[in-house]
């Protein structure tokens, strides 16, 4: 008796469990001159981690292989039992297996006879490690997704533009003669995100095409899916208001209860509640959908913008000029139009007559208070600056006008101060603020009772005051306010590393602390992160690979997992949950 070389198994993978599969033991039944193995034959294939192994002695399950004469179509059967596992079981894809075995037609059988299989299909579900090359991102044809050595697609015009399961099939020639094995697999194409923005109780993504996804608490619309109804995860914006084809985006922010994004174009998009005139559109009227700014006040045509940033009932934008617009609400002078505090702005308003409020480069709306940051890395605050959140060293004091941060203290103890280092990157959170300087240091002001100016103590602070530096980690220009507490992305070792502090409840910290945190704390289980968002009582982070991972309180599913389960840990969102709606 001689053993068969040549093997050809089509895996197809959908659904997972299991670690072992069962093949067949050699019995021939019907017409031929074909012999079956009669000895254990194992076959390793590094590259997928399989083995196939024979065992005639000791079958474990059958199934047929039809041997076919070319010419008359004559048909016998030759059936075979063994077992195949896999030796890595590391895979997280949830898989079923089908397997199709065809012999060569040139060993051991007559030249009018060749083998072939129905698939037969075992049932027995188990894991299966897809190869990294196999994991396809959103926007891309299998055609342009490179794979290991030795494979090449043979459906390369399947196109993964939507998000969604999708069969595909790819084929490994291997060297010396081995007839191809091809592998169907179902891959779950999800997007790969760019860019993220918690807010209050609900959260924002922006996709590599441009697209927002939303999820979290639905109230007043601020999702844009047409309705008031919450998400438990993230779901994809279809249109806008009056289905109108939406545009691909640049930016998104998310606020208290509204939502806005930047196109490419430079226009401004806004949805969700529309008290007090923060949407923009010249009226008190809420939006489920994401509707265009086309007016602002004093002009007939709105400037491409650059920035934005969504307050809590205010927003703030950057023209491509560099120029401030603000509108919504004024309570505190939160606007900077140097108004009475109870007049609001229901469209776009340009800030005009402040000396030196020129070529601005970043905005942050805080709650009742708004930061700008110049081409020359100052910082300008105006609004409320209760618990001394302005910067300027009163305790308390409203300014209707941007005012200039000139002095900070010196020392991170002591009240010497000097003049205000350069600045390159600011936010602005509840009655307190960040802000990243050149040479890479943090400095905080304004509330601290919760530790989350990062001090080392729980007060407020009147004026910037540097935190202390961190131990071999350089923070790397992403820093973000929420709610009571503080998130910064600090690089080491080439990784970076998420640092957070301050108000320690519902999980917010994501570090399973139940006491406040009163200086940075290294995010162990956070690394190659890109970019954070802190919202109000959680936090958000996005991986190099396009991932979000987000944490803490989750009453309203803003933590995006398809339930309200708090996580006092980073958790990512899985592929799974990210087409549920609710």
Same mark, same amino acid.
């Given at each position: 008796m001689k053993k068969s070389k040549n093997f050809l198994f089509v895996l197809f993978v959908s659904v997972l469990l299991p670690a072992v599969f069962l093949l067949s033991a050699c019995n021939y039944s019907g017409s031929g001159n074909v012999q079956?193995?009669?000895?254990?034959?194992?076959?390793?294939?590094?590259?997928?981690?399989?083995?196939?192994?024979?065992?005639?002695?000791?079958?474990?399950?059958?199934? =047929?292989?039809?041997?076919?004469?070319?010419? $008359?179509?004559?048909?016998?059967?030759?059936?075979?039992?063994?077992?195949?596992?896999?030796?890595?079981?590391?895979?997280?894809?949830?898989?079923?297996?089908?397997y199709e075995l065809r012999v060569s037609a040139?060993?051991?059988?007559?030249?009018?006879?060749?083998?072939?299989?129905?698939?037969?299909?075992?049932?027995?579900?188990?894991?299966?490690?897809?190869?990294?090359?196999?994991?396809?991102?959103?926007?891309? $044809?299998?055609? +342009?997704?490179?794979?290991?050595?030795?494979?090449?697609?043979?459906?390369?015009?399947?196109?993964? =533009?939507?998000?969604?399961?999708?069969?595909?099939?790819a084929t490994y020639q291997r060297a010396g003669g081995w007839i191809p094995l091809r592998l169907s697999c179902v891959v779950s194409v999800q997007p790969?995100?760019?860019?993220?923005?918690?807010? +209050?109780?609900?959260?924002?993504?922006? =996709? #590599?095409?441009? +697209?927002?996804? $939303?999820?979290g608490?639905?109230?007043?619309?601020?999702?844009?899916?047409?309705?008031?109804?919450?998400?438990?995860?993230?779901?994809r914006i279809e249109s806008g208001y009056n289905d109108v084809a939406l545009p691909t985006f640049l930016s998104v922010s998310a606020g208290d209860t509204h939502s806005m994004a930047l196109d490419t174009s430079g226009n401004i998009w806004t949805w969700g509640n529309?008290?007090?005139?923060?949407?923009?559109?010249?009226?008190?009227?809420?939006? !489920?959908?994401?509707?265009?700014?086309?007016?602002?006040?004093?002009?007939?045509?709105?400037?491409?913008?650059?920035?934005?940033?969504?307050?809590?009932?205010?927003?703030?934008?950057? #023209?491509?000029?560099?120029?401030?617009?603000?509108?919504g609400r004024n309570n505190n002078s939160a606007l900077g139009q140097g108004t009475a !505090?109870?007049?609001?702005?229901?469209?776009?308003?340009?800030?005009?007559?402040?000396?030196g409020l020129s070529g601005i480069q970043q905005v942050s709306a805080g709650n009742t208070f708004s930061m700008a940051l110049d081409g020359q890395n100052r910082i300008w605050t105006w609004g409320w600056g209760g618990q001394g959140g302005l910067g300027h060293g009163e305790s308390f004091i409203v300014e209707n006008r941007p005012r200039l941060i000139e002095q900070v203290f010196l020392y991170s103890s002591g009240t010497v101060t000097m003049t205000?280092?350069?600045f390159v990157s600011i936010s602005a959170g509840l009655h307190f603020a960040i802000a990243l300087c050149l040479s890479g240091e943090i400095w905080s002001w304004g509330q601290g009772t919760e530790g989350q100016?990062?001090?080392?103590?729980?007060?407020?602070?009147y004026r910037p005051r540097r935190i202390s530096p961190f131990s071999n980690a350089m923070p790397i220009g992403n820093i973000s306010a929420g709610g009571g507490f503080s998130m910064s992305l600090n690089q080491f070792e080439a990784r970076n590393w998420v640092y957070t502090w301050g108000l320690a409840s519902d999980g917010r910290l994501g570090q399973g602390e139940t006491s406040n945190v009163n200086f940075p704390s290294w995010h162990s289980g956070l690394n190659n992160i890109q970019v954070i968002s802190a919202g109000g009582a959680f936090g958000m982070a996005l991986d190099a690979n396009g991932q979000i991972w987000t944490w803490g309180s989750n009453a309203q599913g803003q933590l995006g997992h398809g339930d309200l389960t708090q996580r006092n840990y980073p958790v990512r969102i899985v592929n799974q949950f990210l087409f549920m709606e609710d």
């Open positions: 079956t193995p009669a000895n254990v034959r194992i076959v390793n294939d590094s590259l997928l981690g399989w083995v196939l192994q024979w065992n005639p002695s000791s079958p474990t399950a059958q199934y =047929d292989v039809e041997i076919r004469n070319t010419n $008359t179509n004559e048909t016998s059967i030759l059936r075979i039992a063994g077992t195949i596992f896999h030796t890595n079981l590391i895979g997280a894809i949830e898989t079923e297996i089908l040139v060993i051991n059988l007559p030249a009018d006879r060749t083998y072939f299989s129905d698939h037969v299909y075992f049932g027995i579900p188990s894991p299966y490690k897809i190869p990294a090359e196999l994991v396809a991102l959103n926007g891309n $044809t299998l055609s +342009q997704t490179a794979l290991p050595s030795g494979w090449t697609w043979n459906s390369p015009q399947i196109l993964l =533009d939507e998000p969604g399961s999708r069969n595909f099939y790969r995100f760019e860019y993220i923005s918690a807010g +209050q109780t609900h959260s924002i993504a922006l =996709d #590599c095409r441009g +697209q927002i996804w $939303t999820w608490n639905g109230g007043n619309g601020r999702l844009g899916h047409g309705t008031e109804n919450s998400a438990l995860a993230p779901r529309g008290a007090h005139g923060k949407l923009g559109h010249d009226s008190t009227i809420s939006f !489920t959908r994401p509707r265009q700014i086309t007016t602002g006040v004093g002009v007939i045509e709105l400037p491409a913008f650059t920035e934005i940033d969504a307050g809590d009932e205010h927003n703030i934008a950057v #023209c491509i000029n560099g120029q401030v617009w603000t509108w !505090t109870n007049i609001n702005e229901y469209r776009p308003r340009r800030i005009l007559g402040v000396v205000a280092p350069a100016l990062g001090h080392r103590r729980f007060i407020n602070e």
